[in-house]
């Protein structure tokens, strides 16, 4: 079973920054595509940022120009930058592993999964 840690989170005013991580252990042989996704309260949970295997980047429009994800495939993390925010990017924030970009399929499946979240709390 895969295990996501996200970690990062906390309480900033509006414009300020923050910088979220993930780190998965388990499936070193694997690589996958994965992503940030956030869920605030009373809201179904959305994408905020994707990054495949081989690096190509995607963003919600809600973020595009303020949050930079990237990872590290040496340390098996997943990083999120996150500036100028504001009061709406107010949620848990969750990592997950999408889909298998290289690796044995029967292998990697196992890998798949979502992290436990981190808060990120941004007041006006």
């Known amino acids: 079973q895969v295990q996501l840690v996200e970690s990062g989170g906390g309480s900033v005013q509006a414009g300020g920054s923050l910088r979220l991580s993930c780190a998965r252990s388990?499936?070193?042989?694997?690589?996958?595509?994965m992503s940030w996704y956030r869920q605030a309260p009373g809201k179904e949970r959305e994408f905020v940022s994707g990054?495949?295997?081989?690096?190509?980047?995607r963003y919600a429009d809600s973020v595009k120009g303020r949050f930079t994800i990237s990872r590290d495939n040496v340390k098996n993390t997943l990083n999120l930058q996150m500036n100028s925010l504001k009061p709406e990017d107010t949620a848990m924030y969750y990592c997950?592993?999408?889909?298998?970009?290289?690796?044995?399929?029967?292998?990697?499946?196992?890998?798949?999964?979502w992290g436990q979240g981190t808060q990120v709390t941004v007041s006006s």
């Open positions: 990054i495949d295997g081989g690096g190509s980047t």
């Open positions: 388990g499936y070193s042989s694997c690589r996958y595509d």
């Open positions: 997950k592993t999408d889909r298998i970009y290289f690796g044995v399929i029967n292998s990697c499946r196992g890998g798949l999964g």
